[in-house]
């Protein structure tokens, strides 16, 4: 069975610092492998994702993440962080291979704080 | 542009009782999706549907029945809530093509069962 884990519940960061938010999967096949944000009251927006090809993928506001199959991992990464960026993250992992590609799998969710 | 419309945003049931939850979507996506939200434990996926006219179970479906009514229409039924029912609703949609396709969310239903 997939699983997804993110090892921190709770990062802080200061305004301005770099930020890097782990994600672990473990999955039998190819993954598809995404990042969500949520704000607080919201639904989630996906920041990012990785299908295949190159493995380290751009999205949204600035984020970045690297896939490394070697580690089983996706990690989220970005070099300044901004006070809009607080809010929760989510990693998640599908089915390459099959048709219904929503059939997520979430990992727990990190939630960020920045310090002004 | 509304996306994914879930109603209601807010309720309180009691034990017992009955609801719908309902979802549109006006994307034209194939897919539709139900999760639930609790703290710690990121999104569960409780019914979906791949296509118009098909439903299948997700990782957490019991207490929960879903009905495709159309393809923009997904709604999720609780018969008799319970408090482990407690917990914010998001439903999802998406397309079903080679290379695969993220999920859209709606704002979610935050359900309280007393």
């Known amino acids: 069975a997939q699983s997804v884990t993110q090892p921190d519940i709770h990062i802080t960061v200061s305004e301005g610092a770099s930020l890097e938010l782990r994600c672990n999967y473990s999955y039998g096949a190819t993954p598809y492998l995404f990042w969500y944000v949520q704000s607080p009251g919201q639904g989630l927006q996906l920041l990012l994702k990785?299908?295949?090809?190159?493995?380290l993928v751009q999205g949204i506001k600035g984020f970045e993440a690297e896939f490394k199959r070697s580690q089983s991992s996706f990690n989220l990464r970005k070099p300044s962080v901004h006070w809009s960026d607080a809010a929760e993250y989510f990693c998640a992992v599908g089915n390459a291979g099959g048709t219904s590609y929503g059939k997520l799998t979430f990992g727990q969710g990190t939630i960020l704080t920045v310090h002004p | 542009n509304a996306g994914v419309t879930q109603t209601p945003k807010f309720q309180v049931l009691k034990t017992g009782q009955s609801m719908t939850l309902q979802c549109a979507q006006d994307m034209n996506h194939n897919s539709m999706y139900w999760y639930r939200q609790d703290p710690g434990m990121g999104l569960r996926l409780i019914y979906y549907s791949a296509s118009e006219g098909t439903t299948d179970k997700g990782e957490v479906p019991n207490g929960y029945n879903v009905s495709r009514l159309n393809k923009r229409e997904f709604s999720l039924r609780l018969e008799s809530a319970a408090p482990s029912q407690t917990s914010v609703y998001f439903c999802a949609s998406s397309e079903v093509r080679a290379g695969g396709s993220p999920l859209h969310f709606g704002n979610g239903t935050r359900l309280t069962v007393t």
């Open positions: 990785y299908f295949s090809g190159d493995t």
